[in-house]
């Protein structure tokens, strides 16, 4: 069984920083691409990074310069973290697995349950 934890969530003013984690178990970890996307109420769910097994990243435009992906192949868990938090960030954030890179939608993709960030005004 393939599941994906997300933790690290949570309330946090303008400007502060969360870390969020997502623990991966049942896959292959190191040779799976691994992303983060977030979808606020109302919204499309938008891909914010993704990393390949090797550690080669890609941040999108509006989030490049605040957030980081990484990973740790040998605790099969993927990090976001998210620093000058602005109240568009508000969201909840979810990790997706899948092979190849860069990631694909489609078919093949393991989702987590979601982690709540809430960036206050």
């Known amino acids: 069984q393939v599941q994906l934890v997300e933790s690290g969530g949570g309330l946090v003013q303008v400007g502060g920083s969360l870390r969020l984690s997502c623990a991966a178990s049942?896959?292959?970890?190191?040779?799976?691409?691994m992303a983060w996307y977030r979808q606020a109420p109302g919204n499309q769910r938008e891909l914010v990074a993704q990393i390949s097994g090797g550690g080669y990243a890609i941040i999108v435009d509006s989030v490049k310069g605040r957030f980081t992906i990484s990973r740790d192949n040998v605790k099969n868990t993927v990090f976001l973290q998210m620093n000058s938090l602005k109240p568009e960030d508000t969201a909840v954030y979810f990790c997706a697995a899948r092979k190849g890179f860069p990631v694909v939608d489609g078919p093949g993709t393991y989702w987590g349950q979601g982690t709540q960030v809430t960036v206050s005004s």
């Open positions: 049942g896959i292959v970890f190191s040779f799976n691409a």
